[in-house]
Structures are given as structure tokens and as C-alpha cells.
């Protein structure tokens, strides 16, 4: 049993690190930018449909990997230069009717493009076995691989916004834009720069899932919401907020649906525990965040109520 | 305001579009958008090859044939549904894939005077207390499939299984339907929200319980995931036997990730019956891909419509439904016939994935396991 | 209490041009089921009464959204608990309107107390997620309330009586009826937002800090704004139930809810009219544009795009700046 908890961890936290790459894009675009991008999701299914492409051009899969970056970076570019540009100084609701618009026009396009059929990425050979952890049960590499890039990634984020000249600029930017800029710095082009390094993350966490999970038109919407409820229990901006609650949100979801219904067991008849296991389980995470508002309206490492 | 009474006139035009005139109309109402649209292009296909194969004509009529979207939703189905019925006037709804869909369009099609045929869900209260004279299921009752590996486990001898489905109707049927027929333990039943793709929670529990094997219902992208990430979680060394979750809509995803994997099915496209070998190549040559079950069940719902029009005609509602009950044409499946509630009298076959001298990824017939079946909840229909 | 009045006064002028349109719209729609059989289309009635349904939904929208500046992201809760109040009380043999109508306002009012109470503690976007979280967990209770019918939903057997006459069982029926609603919602949302109460709302809107200084505590304002735009959306929600004959926590899915904003936004927000000028177009162009190509999203998507781009202030913005209607928002 308790193996098996452990082994039901690793999987809470590596569904927890594959929102954190999605939400910590969108946590910067939201938190400096102060942009609402409902179209976030749709960078993520952008990044699967790119690898999936690039695998049937070059069937190599570091290759398609390293290919994604660039590709998702150049979309994110483009989209900033013809809508998200335009939208910086308007109302929350404007952004939302504009980037709604744009998640529709994008699916549609992807399903034009590449058909609805789910597609499917072949996994490297070097990572498709899987290590024994305790017992029978086993664990595969690629996914503690996903957790480890997952890992680097967040180092290196916390490298940037804490270590360099970037960082600074992107830290004074979020607590004061217009002072940022009154102090010669060309505000656009960092907006413009967070923009497409958000964008590029998003791609490339949809890439690296598409060998696990499959490619299809649907997959930016649902991982959409919950990279909003993880940034918000986080604290809108916040890298660290970010990380800390895409983990507990992908812990909490994880060992809710697993282990809720066992504990219910124990309290009452099993088949009541089964019914309420499944009304509980898909609730857990948004019990979560009213909870977590509810102590800290403004998340878990939030500023300030104000924003 | 001028321009607001103008823009309102003009959608309002916009809005109501063709109007009717005497051909046989035929709403074609599938899951064409989100992760299962492959199902629903493979039942849409099916029917347009056997309209293409009838020259056009539906009975000898000029016909006329609507394909809509549901979009996997029961509420914008229910709104496509009364639609077509009581927008474009059709005289038959080919349609849904799925359960839950079912149960939101039967009253809105039948009810507004349409007959709905099913290339695919059948829902066992449709077979039973809410059986219906305007509702013909051409494909099966949701519980046989799985029947066919339960039967199959039985012969097998296999002790304890462990159960998946998604939690809907289908799903629930799915393993009633297992469980009547099986007769070893359940190790353990997990049930998934529907359209979940990250099954690796469910399998760490499978993995920890070691079942001698698993039976799975996870139509669409979800059975693309489940078997990919089946031997990824090192599960290999149990065996996957699994209904609507192993075909041609997921096996050109799934490729050597499924080969050898059982499912029950009632056809395949190497089933030996008459006009199936030209069926399944001329659908290969038309969309481009080998047809599913879903494409066979398109193919004979419109095969029926067309066998009924031509005898009885659109016009004598009794006589209309007694031509289609005679199920008079030749079903890719070879024999078959109705039972008293309108679902269908057919042998059932184990079938195995294979990837075949072409390099195509399909299922192939290993064994009949049933013969001339009728679904068990025949006795609670009132009609017939 | 004068100072706000005051500082209110140059919006009373509008409000006249702005009760027009409506008026107009009123007589468009009622035109609709005659125009609809002289062409010979019937179901143009069944449409307008679905575009009408949620210009309700989208006009409860706009009292909390557009005057109180409170972004609901899960007010399509209230269009599920209309919806399964007729469910409900249907299947208990209870067919009466008014009965579902008011089953509905009751569970959805005492759900609106008790979310917004906590929701308000939060601000601007936390408010948005906050009020998503609770509108996700009505719709997960739904989803797996098997008695129900779960995630499958359940198909009604006939649709709510009026005083014990099946007044709503044809198209037409149903289309005045909803209109009827839809016309009361209209005028009681507009006397209300003319009231000292919906001043006193545009005023926390504007500054809360301001109405808190001249003495007013936003809370029980914001407070009860929420709770009558819950109730007055499980009356879309009724309606809704009744119009497809069927229930499905669907309704209620954060997709709707989303929608929902997206009607608001694209009517204008802040008008009342703006809010039913949304909810029927967005309607009209889904049904529209999805005779014509499988393929309709990207139309749609594009003119959501350009709308946002292009015209600030939605559709009414766009009317205004035409110049039609100068006096129309």
C-alpha cells in the first residue's frame, strides 16, 4: 500500500510539473503583462501539432524537439505582432472576446490543417522501458524524464527572473510598468519578449507530453482551466506560486482520485464511498483554490489584492 | 435602427437556409469534432460510400443527406436533432455514437415524426423499457461486445480481472454487460471521467493489484492513450482485452503498441461474407484509410433506409416501420434480422490486431464466439 | 444621496434612446413566428427562442458584470439550476411554470448567498477564478448525481404547464412565453439599475473606495446584485429545459460560462441593451454560420477577433460610432 502511494505521488507530481510548464508562461504574461490569455491552451496544442509534424518529417525525435522551440517561439511572435499587441491597453473582458475569438479561429485551423484523428508521437527508443520501483510495480523513464525537465526548467526560470538584467526588468515591470518605462526601457519589447518565451514554453510542454498523451485539437482546452486555477492559487506573476500549486494541484488531483474513495470506504457502505468517491474526486482541485482564496484572496504567494 | 431591422431580416434568412422539397431526406447526426471525431468521419464515410454505391438514390428516390456535428455534446445534439427534424423536414436521422447522445435525441427525433437509425449506440434501456417503434439499432446492444471477451476469458480460464470504463452510460453497460457473463472474480472496477487521457494513476493501481488480465472500454483518443501508455507503464505482461478501444479509428495511432490485442467485435474487415472484400477496398480507395465498424455501421444503416423506402416508401408510417423491422438488405455482417425490440439478431467474433501484407494496422477475426445473438434485455421491451 | 444623483445625472438622457432599441427589439422578436410561417420556416421560431433564452442569461450577466464589475466565471451554474429545477419537480409530478420558475430562483438564490458571500472577499481576477471554482463544483455534483442521469443528462417528458394548460408545448407557445420573460427581465433590471441600488452598484464599479468614504459598504450591494443575477439566470435556465426538452449538467460547464462573458462582451457591457444585443446575435451567428460550413468556428472566431480589435464598447460601440442610434446606447 504504500508503495503504491508513492508511486501515485510520482505521477500527482508529474502531472503537477506538466501544468507548471504551461502555467508558468502564462503566469508571467498575466502577471507583468497584466493580459488575460484564454489562448494559452491553444500554444500548448500548437507545440504537440508541431512535434507531431516535425516527427513525420525528420522521424528523429531530439531533432523535432529542438525544432519545436523555434517554431512555437516564431507563432508566438506573429500572434503578439497582429492581435495581443493591440489589446495591452484594453479592458480584461476586451483580451478575453479576443483571445476567446482567437482559440476557436486556431482549433479550427489545426483540425483543417491536420484532420480531428488524434495523432500519435513515437517515443525514443532510449526512454520507452520502464524501471522497476518496488514489487511489480514499475515506473516509466520517459515520465521521470518529463519530471526532470520539468525540474530544470523551473531552475532555470528562477535563474532568469532572480540573476539577470532580464529578470530585473521583468520584476520591476510586473510591480510598475510605466516606471519601468519612464526609465528608458523599451517596455514593448520586453512585453513582446515575455510574450514569445511564454509562448515557446507552452509549445514545448505540448511537445514533450505528445509521446504520452496523443496530439488532437482538443487538448489545449482542457489543460487551459486548470493552468488558470494553478496560477491563481499560486498568485498571479509568480513563478515560485506557480510551481508550489501546480504540484499540490496535480498532487491533490491525483491522490483525490485514487485514494478517496479507499478512505470513504473505511466510513461508509462501499458502494455510497464509490458514488461519492466520483462526486468528490474532479471537485478536489477547485475545492482547493476556494479554499486557498478564501485564507489568501490574493493566492498563495500573491502581491497584493489590488491588481 | 434602420440597420438593426435590416441585420435581423438577414439573419433571420441566413438562419432558415434551404428549403424542402420532395426527395427522401436523411439527417446524418455524428460526433464529428474533439478527440473521438475519428468515429464519427468513419460512420459519416460509411454512409456516403453506400450512397455513392446506390447511385444517390435512397429507395430509387432522389435523396438528399445532411451531416451535422453534435460535437460529442448531448445538448447541442438535442438541438442539431430537432433541427434537421423540424428545420429541414428529414424522414430519417442516421445517428449517434454515443450513449449519452442517444438518450438526448430519441424524443426530439421521434417525436417530431423522423425514424432514427443507429450505425452504433445501443444503449440497453433503448433495448428494453424504452424500446421505441421509430428506433432501429443496426450495430449491436452496448453490452455484447464485451460479452464476446468475457465469454472468451470463461473458455480461458482466467481468475480475476480488472475492470475500466469511462463513466457514462456506455461505460456502465460495458461492464454490466462483462460482469453477467464472466464468471471469475473482479479484482477491481475503476471508472474515468469521460475524454481523461492520462491514465497513469489507473494503471500504478492495476500494476499494484496484478490481475491475471484487464478488460477496457475506451473508445476513441482514450484508447489511443491506454495502449500506449500500457506497455510504457511496463504492463506488457498482462494481458489487454478491451472493446471499441482496439480498431481501425485508433490502431493507425496505436500501431505495434496494440498488435495482438483481443477485442470483441461483431465484424472485421477480413470477415468472409458477401460484398465485404469490395466494401472494405473501395472505402480504402474513396477516404483512404481501412474501414472500422463504424464505417460497416454507416454503410447498413443506409443500406436498411434504402432497402425500407424501396419497399414500403416515406409516405404509410406502419407500413415504413414493418419494411425496416423485415431488415431486407445485405448487411455486410451477412445474417441478420431484428428482434421484437429493434436491436439486431447477429453472430459475435473475437477479433485480434494484426498489421496486415499492405503494412495496414487492423483487426482480424480470430473465432466466432456467438451465433445468432440476440441482446438480453429483449424480455422488457413492450413491444411485439 | 444628492451628490450621487448628480454625479449620475448626464447618463439620464441616454437611457430614453437606450429604452428605444429595446423596444424595437421587443417588436422585431414578436414579429418573428408570423414572419416565420409567411416563409415558410417554422423553425425560425425554435431558434429565436433559444437566442431569446440567453439574451436572458446574458442580460442577469450584465447587472453583476457591467454594472457591478463582478466577472462571474460560473454564472451558467444558475442556467443548470433552472434547468433542473423543471427536471426535478417534473419528475416528482409537479408541472407547473411558476413552481419550476420559482424552485429555481430559490435554489439558485441561496447558492448565490453563500458563493458570493465568500467570493467577495476577493478581487478582480481571483474573484473571476473563485467564482469558477464553485460554479465547478455544482457542475461536478450534477455530472455524477446518477438519479439523474449523471454526465448523460435527462430527457424531459413534456414540457412545464401554465396554470395546468400546456401552453408551452408548441413552438409558438413557447416563443411568447420566453419573450414575455424576456421583456419582464429587461424592465425589472432596468428600473433596478435606475434605483438608488443600481446607483449605488455603478458607484462601487467606479470606485469603491469612494462610495466607502461618502458612506456606503459595497458588500451587501455587491452582495445582493449577485444573488439577484443568479435568479434571474435560473429563469434562462428554466426556460432552457423547457426549449430542448432536455437537461444536461453541460448546461452548466465552464464553457457556458465562458460563453456567457463572451455574448456580454460582444453585445457591450453596461447597457442592458448591449447584453441582449449579444446574446441574440451570438446565437444568430452559431446557428447561422454552421449551416453553411463544418467548418464555422473560424468565422466566428474571426469576427470575435476583430470585433475586440476593432470596436471597443462590443456591437453597441460599433452602433454608436456608426452613428446609428446615436441615442441608442
Redesign the interface.
Known sequence: MFNLFLLQLLNGAQFGILLFLVAAGLTLVFGIMDFINLAHGVLYMVGGYVMAMMMGATNNFWLSLAMVLPLTLAVGLVLEVLVFRRLYDRSHLDQVLATFGLVLVLSELVRIIWGSAPLSVAMPEILSGSVPLAGPVRYPVYRLGVIGVGLGVALALWFVIARTRVGMLLRAGAANRSMVSALGTDINRLFMLVFAAGAMLAGFAGAIVSPILSVDPGMGDSILILTFVVIVIGGVGSVKGAFCAALLAGIVDTLGRMFGPIILKSIMDPAAAAQAGRTIAPMLVYVLMAAVLFWRPAGLFGRSVAR | ?????LS?AL???????A?AEDPVKIGVLLT????P??LG?HARDGVLLAEKALGGKIGGREAEII?V?DEG????A??KA??LV???GVDFVIGPIF??IM??I???VTQGGAILVSPNAGPSNFAGKDCNADIFVVSYQNDQMPQVLAEHMNKQGIANVYLLAP???AGQDSLNGFKAVYKGDVAGEL?V???Q??F??EL??I??S?PAAVYAFMP??MG??LV??WG???LSSIPLMSAFTVDE?TL????DAALDMLTGSNWAPDLDTPGNADFVASFKQDYGRVPSLYAMGGYDSLMLIDSAVKAAGTEDREALRAALKAADFPSLRGEFAFSTNNFPVQDFYLTKAIKDDEGNYRTSVVEKVFTAAADSYVGECPMK | MTDLSQALAPARPRLAGRLKLALCIFALMAAVPPLAHALGEPFLIVVATRMMVFAIAALSLDLILGYGAMVSFGHAAYLGFGAYAVAVLSRAGIDDLFLHLLAGIAASAVFAALTGAISLRTRGVYFIMITLAFGQMAFFFFVSFSTLGGDDGVALTARSTVLGMPLLQGAQGMFYVTLALLVLVFAGLYRLTLSRFGRVLTGTRESALRMQAIGFRPFPYQLTAYVIAGCLCSIAGVLLANQAIYVSPAYMSWHRSGEMIVMLVLGGIGSLTGAMVGGLVTIALEEGLARYSEHWRLGFGLILVLVALFSPGGLSGLLRRLGLGRDAT
Open positions: 435602427m434602420r440597420l438593426l431591422a435581423t439573419t433571420l434568412s441566413f438562419v432558415s437556409g428549403l464529428l469534432s474533439g478527440p471525431a475519428v468521419e451531416v456535428d455534446k448531448p445538448d447541442i438535442a438541438q430537432r433541427e423540424e428545420g429541414q450513449s449519452n438518450t438526448a430519441a424524443a426530439p463513466n457514462y452510460q471508472f471521467p469521460l475524454g487521457l492520462d497513469s494513476a500504478a493501481q500494476a499494484a496484478q476513441g483518443g489511443v492513450n500506449k501508455q510504457q507503464a511496463g479509428t493507425p495511432a496505436e500501431q
